[in-house]
């Protein structure tokens, strides 16, 4: 699959971390429901629909934040997967409402598969920065 490279790196460095925290339940446990912890589920979506990408439409930001089409098409399947569950809670639910809702697990499965692409996609680029095309 063709690395369009990363127009902004900084950009990069905040959304593969939120993806990885979407794959990982035991860190929003521990994080996003303790009230003393910075982050939550809502920085979460700021990250990966407003800030920094648009999980809902991530076609634009290929090249930019997105290495890659499959970046894009599990970046994409992670929007509508979130998208259920933010449709199936009551308005005002806070993360614990999110991550109880049995369609979380879809959310995190997707988030998964989509950091594992992400990672692997972004050591294949250093190594190829630092010893040359396809090491």
Known sequence: MTDH???FPVSRLHVVPAVLAL?????QREVWLNSEEFEDLDYI?????DDFCDADDPAPWLGKSLRTEEEVALMKEL???????????????????????????????VAAKLAHVMVNNDLKAASRQHYGEES
């Not at 259920?84 to 697990?105: I, K, N, R, T």
């Open 5 to 7: 490279g990363i127009e």
């Open 23 to 27: 794959a990982t339940p035991t860190w």
């Open 45 to 49: 979506v700021h990250v990966l629909f």
């Open 79 to 109: 929007g509508a997967a979130y998208s259920a569950v933010e449709s199936a809670v009551s308005s005002g639910a806070g993360d614990e409402e999110y991550l109880e809702h049995p369609a979380w697990a879809s959310a995190v499965a």
